[in-house]
């Protein structure tokens, strides 16, 4: 079955910016474009039978001219478009589960809370099943085109993050990429040590040889898939979240690993988080397989 790329458009510029990256993203990919407008009537006093089908129209008139932009930069490409009534998280939630990726538009940096995600957007990469993608609308497309490099954050046992590792190799394939893979670390607290980590650590040769061992298990079955993806690997102590940001600077894409969605109320997690609000580029946020 072959999965599309779905973007979620709202008639802003942001979308419009997330409809764009999806659509090249989409071409890269050979992979079908779905273009989808979730909306829920709201009623006004003034005149309530009209609105709803003003609203409907307006639905329509959005899709409809995203496509018609979509179909004329990319000719060749497979678009179709859905509009959708219902909540904008459940109905999005529910067309992400049958993609490759979901693509958002955001509100660009904040001068108080960064990268403005939105509630809808917020919730969407919690709940998602699938890859979400938040694109500003001041990405430029021409940073894909500099050589940049595709920024993924790799923690844990070597098995921990495959999914975010898989979606940042199969783009860096797509774009004739580079993966730069970093994993941060930080001295544990002394109560975390027990004889059995501190043999591993001796066997390593210390924290920072286990570390950089660590990776390197994690990242092999990769480089066996993708052998032409070139692969930086970054292993640097320190915060996950401001190590990722730095390197994020001179990315075209950063991507992180969601915890599963175990609460009640979904949680992004807080290196996602971070990079959702802070970074330069695209953020990729991947749920565990």
């Known amino acids: 079955m072959t999965r599309p790329i779905i973007v979620g458009v709202d008639g802003s510029p942001e979308s419009a910016a997330a409809a764009a990256w999806a659509g090249r993203e989409a071409v890269r990919r050979s ?35 995203v496509r018609h932009t979509i179909a004329e930069r990319h000719p060749g490409l497979a678009v179709t478009a859905e509009v959708r009534e219902g909540s904008p998280v459940g109905s999005l939630v529910a067309e992400a589960a049958e993609a490759e990726m ?7 940096h904040g001068a108080v809370v960064g990268f403005l995600i939105g509630s809808v957007g917020r919730q969407v990469i919690a709940e998602s099943a699938r890859p979400v993608v938040l694109v500003r609308s001041d990405d430029l497309a021409t940073a894909e085109a500099m050589g940049r490099e595709i920024v993924v954050g790799q923690h844990g046992e070597p098995e921990d993050g495959a999914a975010a590792l898989g979606f940042a190799f199969a783009t860096a ?13 930080t001295l544990p607290p002394v109560f975390a040590y027990s004889p059995a980590s501190l043999k591993l650590l001796e066997e390593a ?27 930086i690997e970054q292993v640097e102590m320190g915060s996950a979240s401001q190590v990722l940001l730095t390197a ?21 997690g807080s290196v ?9 580029c695209p953020v990729g946020v991947v749920p565990p397989a």
Do not use: N
């Open 31 to 65: 992979l079908p474009l779905r273009i989808v407008h979730a909306w829920q009537w709201q009623s006004y006093d003034f005149a309530p039978a009209a609105d709803r089908d003003a609203q409907a129209g307006w639905a329509r008139e959005i899709v409809d001219g």
């Open 102 to 108: 979901l693509v958002l538009g955001s509100r660009g």
């Open 173 to 185: 394939a797509a774009r004739g990429a580079t993966v730069r893979v970093v994993r941060a670390w």
């Open 205 to 231: 040769g210390g924290l920072e040889p286990y570390e950089r061992k660590a990776l390197d298990a994690a990242l092999r079955p990769w480089r066996e898939r993708y052998p032409d993806v070139p692969v």
């Open 248 to 268: 994020a600077a001179q990315a075209q894409l950063v991507v992180v690993g969601r915890h599963a969605a175990r609460a009640v109320v979904p949680r992004i």
């Open 272 to 280: 996602a988080q971070a990079l959702l609000h802070h970074a330069p």
